[in-house]
């Protein structure tokens, strides 16, 4: 098959797809008032338990923090409905906190980090649940739970990572694209008309000056205090103890857990055990309560993130840079990420080991 032939495939095969997610969907608001029954095979069931309707038995809610952690989302975009978000995340959990059929929760997260308050969002509804309301969360570590990552974990029950996970990072930045050299290379100067002097920090178009470093510094040291004193509170690490490896530097499950930061390594079916047990469940298979996701995005990530273009920590790094600078109509600046891990950042894994 030639590309266009391919590209045709591929087309015909998200409208099918397409097609039978609408005829199921149709199918399931038809019975919003009605438990799951027997008539229904029991995948019907399942998707039916996992779209809204009441969980058919006791479990364990499940939710996935997957890629940047941020607030909202592009709305010009056509998958903007399907896009995961801070706030989406805040509120599945709450949801699952005030089903009485959910008897814990695992946050599955995948996530190299993303922006402060986006972080706080979803650590303050993990506290909620595992502190104040008594029921239990456990995390389970992907790929990838750094920096932000690693700060809505820290109010957990308990925390699971596989031994190769890339965690920690525990630290701030705050970074702009300086274009100076370039543009006077090339003889373009940029006029901006401001009401402040520091309206325009960390503008592409010129250098810091020493007043805004200083400035700067005093935010990155307030943001970094905040995300010590939350780990610190959390995992009843003394600051002393805690500050030597909260030095931004990544590291692996396995050296976590030994300076306390991870509880136990293990995968996702170790984790669902442990919420199984710590919540008094006595299933060998513990029944997973999917709540919030609709279909549509549920075969999105069952073909690998086909229908929206691919899911992952790129895809989200670019989309939050490229929209950034598209609402601006210019390369201004990129956007200021606080608890954000670079994807090539390097391991250091000799400096990390305690």
Known sequence: MNRPQILVALLLLVCAAALVVGVVELALT????????????????????????????????????????????????????????????????????????????VLRVNSPGGSLAASQEIFEEV????????????????????????????????????????????????????????LERHGVKVDAITSGKNKDTLAYYRDLRPDELELLGKLVDEAYGQFLAAVSEHRGIPLDDLKPNADGRVLLGSQAKRLGLVDQLGSFHDAVKLAAELAGIQDEEPYLIRRGESLWERLDLNLGGLVTGGRGVERAARALALSDAARHGSLRQLPVSYLYLPPLTPLAAAEAMP
């Open 30 to 105: 038809d019975r919003q008032a009605a438990e799951p029954t027997a008539e229904l095979p029991g995948l019907m069931q399942d998707l039916w338990a996992e779209r809204g309707g009441r969980p058919k038995k006791d479990g364990i809610g499940v939710v996935e923090v997957s890629g940047i952690i941020q607030f909202g989302s592009d709305q010009s975009s056509p998958w903007a409905s399907f896009e995961q978000t801070a706030d989406k995340v805040a509120q599945r959990i709450r949801e699952l906190r005030r089903e009485q059929r959910c008897k814990a929760i």
């Open 127 to 182: 506290r909620l649940t595992a502190r104040e309301a008594k029921k239990p969360v456990v995390v389970s570590m992907g790929d990838m739970a750094a920096s932000g990552g690693y700060y809505i974990s820290a109010p957990a029950t308990r925390i699971v990572a596989q031994p190769g996970t890339i965690t920690g990072s525990i630290g701030v930045i705050v970074s702009g694209l300086n274009l100076k050299g370039l």
